[in-house]
């Protein structure tokens, strides 16, 4: 038998045994008390089930908008309990997941690349998510040979620029579709269309039928009409040939070959009567053919075309660039008067 103070001391292991379960628990109350963030949705029902409300998307409805696009159903009746427990007909977790997109940075649009008001579902980091495009509508012009960047409506290129057609592209040549007509470059008409007596007999005109003369068979391409355009800055365009004539046709007055082509080389906007911005260098001598192009063998005095726009015209010599083979240090010139 103990006594009470022997009991207490045989009861001392117990009482620390009390005293260390004691302690575990608090520690465990009190780390149970700690609230800890849980990433969850709410797991209330967004309304009682009496009402349509608390109905919800399932899994099947979330698998068929990320594969088909559908747009889903929720139940708009209040909520019974199903006569039997669901088949094995839901989606799993893998499959919905296997729907979804990922991340391509190679091929996935970028904004600069939709069109612009134009929404799209982007696959770049830094870009993921619903989207706004921002690439503008261009619109092609003749007016230059730029293609900027851009979207562009369907349409004919002929409707850009008229100039496009077959008629205007060399004949077997094919330029955007279409397959060009026009025949080789050739040699201009020279105007005439009388013919004389080639025994000079007399000097009055005979009639051209089967004379064989120039007149009569009037071969070579036809001059553009109308012929010459004045652009009236100084400037004056043959239309026949494209080549851009000084409308002062005497600004220099008499020079020698050397001058000639020193005050050719240095003619700039300002002289002569030119306000088209050109600068020195960009006018020269025509060459002789050049010269020649101008001429109209049915005219004399000046031997030129009808009505054309030349100021201060010379019945006279008119410099080539052309420079002579027999006299290398003189040049081919033409004799506006007759055209010689």
Known sequence: MYSNEQRATSNSPLINGVYLLSFSLFFFLLFSLIPIHVFAGSLDSPAAVTNSGSAMYNLES?????????????????????????GATGRTLDQVMAKTPVVDDSNGASVSEVLS?????????????????????????????????????????????????????????TIFGFTGTASA???FKTGQTTCYDPTGATTNTIPCANTGQDGDLQKGIAHASPRFSDNSDGTV????TGLIWLKNANCFGQKSFATALTDANTLANGACGL??????????????KELQSLIDFQKINPALPTGHPFASVQSSWYWSSTTSVNFPDDAWIVFLFSGN
């Open 62 to 86: 979330v698998y068929n908008r990320l594969d088909t696009g559908a747009a889903g159903g929720k139940r708009t009746t209040t909520f019974s309990e199903p006569a039997s427990g669901p």
């Open 117 to 173: 008001g134009k929404t799209y579902w982007g696959l770049r980091n830094g870009e993921w998510g619903l989207h706004t495009g921002s690439l503008a509508t261009q619109t092609l012009s003749s007016a230059n040979d730029t293609v900027t960047s851009g979207n562009y409506v369907g349409t004919n290129l002929s409707t850009v620029d008229t100039d496009l057609s077959a008629t205007n592209i060399k004949s077997g040549v």
């Open 185 to 187: 470059p050739g040699v």
């Open 237 to 240: 365009t043959d239309n026949s």
């Open 275 to 288: 306000s088209d911005s050109s600068s020195a260098g960009n006018w020269r001598l025509p060459n002789v």
